[in-house]
């Protein structure tokens, strides 16, 4: 959380950086005075709009940017990222082709290539950004039915709907994968499900955006060797914790994210812990052969230079180079480090859900879910009378109370099936389907030392809702 008017003096050297720049390629100096820069309205129209817009922009929303919103996975972007994109947007580069945008997609590259090193892929690995994980995992999953055609793709009912929604639009088969009672895929039932030939890749999840539990990959990945079936990784929320040491990953977890580097592709979300704004995605390959599968050809573009140009190993056409730039400057201001830049932040959001979850347990009217494997926290209220309906009936008045009273505190609700919560919570008695539960994403480093208050202002709730 930092105050905006802080960027005033940068924002005013980025301005005059860009007047300078159209300068040079004007025929004579642009004059403030007499140019015409907005454009199809004069100055007082923009003015109105835009204190419209600013009103409805600050009224609406819930304060994302303040630890008091721990719901969804929401929080603001970097300065670094703010300002790099803002720059990029008065020049509205295309990370397409080369000649649309030669620095951005420079850029690209070499903030892709700073992605590989940190999860371990090798040098010649094939990368780029995306508009989001739902692209990233539709480039990953067309891979995968082109690299395997006749077989089906592997998903467990715990990962992301992103995969079952693609896999449709690609008209590819699916088949489920065996899971533990946390939704985690179970290797020694996976071995016999694998042992028919009928699927050739299985997705990963390293960090389900649910419960942010984490797939046993290390121990999913010989397995999967020994069928000659493809493992795709989806780290798009959960990737950037392969850096967090203090406090350290449980011994498993920590297992899964090292074993990142063997990987056959992996998607990993910038715009959720690598602190960028929306949409900022990307998708690795270990193998560069598979930019066969991308071939195609255009007859306006990638003549300006013999250099791969990204939209010959993308399905998108355009894409912003604005976030290009953003991520490249960002991590030239937070390197992605386990001791400094990156490395601390996701650490001090997994602290944060640490402490909270500590706090939970010595509650009588609360009750921890399933320790956190990442930053995402789940708990529940203890009703009168032990039965599904009941909490989600309470876990519903705490939710709307909690954003509505006079210190608010901004939760989600997450549904799961209720034979998963009496497995684990056997004094409680399955009267529905489905249980709903309270959820908490304490994605920003703030919330470390925000913890005490959260849990304050979540006993507010509970005691408001007793009756």
Known sequence: MYDPRTLLPLVNRLCTHLSEWQDQHADA????????????????ALESALTSYLDRLTTGNYPFFHPSYA?????????????????AQFINPNNHALDGGPPTSAMEKEAVGALRRMLGFPGDA????????????????????????????????????????MSHVLRADTAPLPTDDWGRIDPEALNATLADGSIGTIVCTLGTTGLGV??????????????????????????????????????????????????????????????????CGAVLFRDPAVGRFYAHDSPYTYFTSDDLHLGEISLECSRAGAAAGALWCTLQAVPLAEDEGLGPIVSACLSAARSWTARLHKEEALTVYTEPETDIVTFFPAPSVHHTEAVSARSQRIFDHAMHQEEPVYLSLYSVPSTQFTTHHPTYTATTDTVTILRSVLMKPTHEAYVGTLHERVQTAVEATQT
């Open 29 to 44: 100096p642009v004059d403030s005075n007499t140019a015409a820069p907005f454009v199809g309205c004069d100055v007082d």
């Open 71 to 87: 719901g969804q996975m929401l929080k603001p972007p970097h300065p670094a990222a703010i300002l790099g994109y803002w720059a």
């Open 126 to 165: 094939l990368g780029h950004l995306t508009s989001g994980g739902t692209i990233a995992n539709l480039e990953a999953l067309f891979v995968a039915r082109e690299s395997h055609p006749d077989q089906a793709i592997g998903v467990a009912s715990s990962a992301h709907y992103t995969h079952s929604r």
């Open 214 to 279: 984490v797939d046993p990959l290390h121990t999913i990945l010989p397995i999967c060797r020994h069928h000659g079936v493809r493992v795709h990784v989806d780290a798009a929320y959960g990737g950037f914790f392969r850096l967090a040491t203090a406090p350290p990953l449980s011994h498993n977890t920590k297992a899964a994210f090292d074993a990142l580097s063997e990987a056959d592709s992996i998607v990993i979300d910038p715009h959720k812990h690598g602190l960028q704004p929306y949409g």
